[in-house]
């Protein structure tokens, strides 16, 4: 769990059990940096649509604007 990056004070938690959906893969580096893979949209809170890779923080705002529900997307980076 952390806060939301776009700094409205949200926070967010993920499923990181790999037999639920949907599931987030989650990695923490030496230096307490993390990242999280896929990309993390909080369409029911503040809209924040982002990919987390250590200390660089990747927005996806307008991406996938049409699906609904909270969920990952499939980008390939
Ligand atoms: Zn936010």
Request: net charge negative.
């Amino acid at each position: 769990m952390f806060k939301c990056p776009c700094g409205c004070g949200d926070r967010v938690e993920l499923n990181i059990l790999q037999d639920c959906w949907p599931c987030w893969r989650y990695s923490e580096q030496e230096t307490g940096l993390m990242s999280i893979y896929p990309s993390v949209w909080l369409i029911h809170d503040c809209g924040a649509h982002f990919s987390v890779h250590g200390s660089s923080i990747k927005w996806h705002w307008g991406v996938n604007r049409h699906s609904s529900g909270f969920q990952h997307c499939q980008e390939s980076d």
